[in-house]
């Protein structure tokens, strides 16, 4: 994998973007992954693909990126936020001066202080116990693939949501136009009829920064004929509904729309 992040393989990503409760998530009606096969296509260190494992409801979480770096630093993720959530059934509260234990089904990453960053940093993180496949963190892994050239095993039994955040530049500027299509066919060849893709397209005019990094991307860039205003009408040709633009959130230039297709 060159040094320079081409795909947008961008490593401490999620220094600069905090993702802890992800607001693009929120975006989301409540139910979107609950009891759901889900694809995190492009899914970085993970970050995003533990929340909807730990906090969302979904039945299976796959997260695939073309960097085997950050895959693996996924998996380390896993640990790390399965470290931090306090067991089933209850969490600490602070309440005033007092401390008290209050029921919930699971304690997210963030809001727990049952095994404290420190110790996992000094002693490892905390083993794994056998449990049902579809509760966290038996429910997500991670795989290491150009998704758009190349299927992975869990491809073949489908999704019901395909999430693909801040990949559609990156996609398209390395494989231009026709990249862009087959992603599109390849994500409508995996949803299960009435599945959900939820899109977070990066604005053309963001694409003139990218380009600098590489004379590949300006070589690409040149013949592209696409522009991200046209995923609606690709996505229509494929069978999706059309677009419900579900808001726009985060800081500074990663203020950027979420936008949901289903299949037909
Ligand atoms: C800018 S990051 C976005 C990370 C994450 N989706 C988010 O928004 O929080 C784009 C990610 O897509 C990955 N990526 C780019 N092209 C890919 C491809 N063809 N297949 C799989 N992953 C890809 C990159 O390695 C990078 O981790």
């Known amino acids: 994998m060159s040094s320079v992040p081409i795909h947008g393989n961008y490593h401490g990503y999620y220094a600069k973007r905090p993702c802890v409760n992800d607001p693009r998530l929120a975006l989301l009606p409540p139910s979107t992954f609950s009891g759901k096969r889900v694809l995190d296509v492009g899914c970085n260190e993970g970050w995003v693909s533990c929340e909807i494992a730990q906090s969302h409801g979904a039945s299976k979480v796959v997260g695939v990126d073309i960097d085997d770096a950050l895959v693996r630093a996924a998996w380390r993720r896993r640990r790390t936020v399965w470290s931090a959530q306090g067991p089933?059934?209850?969490?600490?509260?602070?309440?005033?001066?007092?401390?008290?234990?209050?029921?919930?089904?699971?304690?997210?990453?963030?809001?727990?202080?049952?095994?404290?960053?420190?110790?996992?940093?000094?002693?490892?993180?905390?083993?794994?116990?056998?449990?049902?496949?579809?509760?966290?963190?038996?429910?997500?892994?991670?795989?290491?693939?150009?998704?758009?050239?190349?299927?992975?095993?869990?491809?073949a039994t489908g999704y019901d949501v395909v999430l693909a955040f801040s990949i559609t530049k990156w996609i398209h500027l390395n494989g231009g136009d026709a990249a862009l299509d087959t992603f599109f066919s390849r994500v409508a060849a995996v949803l299960a009829p009435g599945g959900q893709f939820i899109v977070e397209p990066q604005a053309w005019e963001t694409y003139r920064k990218a380009k600098r990094m590489d004379k590949k991307l300006r070589d690409t860039a040149q013949g592209l004929k696409l522009r991200p205003e046209d995923f609606p009408r690709m996505l229509a040709k494929l069978g999706f509904s059309e677009l419900v633009e579900l808001g726009s959130v985060g800081d500074g230039g990663f203020h950027r729309p979420v936008d949901l297709y289903t299949k037909l």
Request: glycine residues 6%.
């Open 88 to 155: 089933p059934g209850e969490t600490a509260e602070t309440d005033g001066q007092s401390r008290k234990r209050k029921r919930v089904d699971v304690d997210p990453v963030g809001e727990a202080d049952y095994f404290p960053a420190s110790c996992a940093h000094s002693l490892g993180p905390l083993p794994i116990p056998q449990s049902s496949p579809d509760v966290f963190p038996h429910n997500i892994s991670f795989r290491t693939a150009d998704w758009v050239n190349e299927a992975i095993p869990e491809d």
